[in-house]
């Protein structure tokens, strides 16, 4: 499988802070750029997924920024809460394939 | 959004005994599903390709004969865990993917997991 780096590994941010997480990846190929949420005992969740034709997505207080040329897509969680606390993956894949490369994860801890 | 579901969630067992996990797909059909397997504080690994009335396709260093997968229907697939042992204990995950724009596959909705513990 293709390497995905996720950065941080454990993030630690203020209630109403910005949090932001990092991913990069080596296959060219990859067309879809998702980021999973998980919470403890659960399995992921799609949060917020991007298309490489655009280089900004914005859901709520979720914003996914894409740099091609980087092969780099980053998460930010604005005004983070408590609830948001959970662990975050970067998913690249090529639509069609199906296949899904997990990043190496983050966990994010946001504290009152 | 689509829904997957597994039983049973969690699961004991002794060390020898087999094992069974199902994965449904609840309101739509999956030709394909996956599995993972996830240790603590690591990332989801994926183990095989389940594939509606074919073989699955397994990843490098997956023991086919150890981790039987069967895709009965196309929203059922079970992944067997035969004669377990304590390092198969984990978290086992499936998913079905969705067909998006342009009826190609994009996201994947995943299972809430079951977690084995094998004794």
């Known amino acids: 499988q293709q390497q995905v780096k996720q950065s941080p590994q454990s993030l630690i941010v203020q209630k109403g802070g910005i949090s932001i997480i990092n991913c990069a990846y080596e296959?060219?190929?990859?067309?879809?750029f998702p980021w999973y949420q998980q919470f403890p005992g659960k399995g992921p969740a799609l949060l917020i997924a991007?298309?490489?034709?655009?280089s900004e997505k914005k859901e709520g207080r979720f914003t996914i920024s894409f740099n091609k040329s980087a092969k780099q897509f980053s998460l930010h969680i604005m005004d983070s809460q408590p609830g948001d606390s959970a662990t975050y993956f970067c998913?690249?894949?090529?639509?069609?394939?199906?296949?899904?490369?997990f990043g190496t994860g983050t966990k994010l801890q946001v504290i009152p | 959004g689509a829904v997957v579901s597994q039983h049973p969630s969690w699961v004991i067992c002794k060390s020898g005994t087999s094992v069974k996990i199902e994965c449904r797909s609840l309101?739509?059909?999956?030709?394909?599903m996956f599995w993972y397997r996830q240790f603590p504080k690591q990332s989801l690994m994926l183990m095989a390709t389940?594939?509606?009335?074919?073989?699955?396709?397994?990843e490098q260093g997956v023991e086919k004969d150890k981790f039987l997968i069967n895709h009965a229907s196309l929203t059922l697939s079970t992944l067997t865990v035969t004669s377990a042992h304590p390092e198969d204990s984990s978290f086992y995950i499936c998913?079905?993917?969705?067909?998006?724009?342009?009826?190609?596959?994009?996201?994947?909705?995943f299972g809430p997991g079951t977690r084995l513990l094998v004794l």
């Open positions: 998913s079905a993917p969705s067909r998006g724009a342009g009826n190609t596959l994009e996201t994947q909705y």
């Open positions: 296959n060219t190929a990859f067309d879809y």
């Open positions: 991007i298309r490489p034709d655009v």
């Open positions: 998913a690249p894949m090529v639509r069609g394939y199906q296949k899904v490369t």
């Open positions: 309101d739509f059909q999956a030709t394909t």
């Open positions: 389940s594939n509606e009335g074919s073989k699955a396709t397994y």
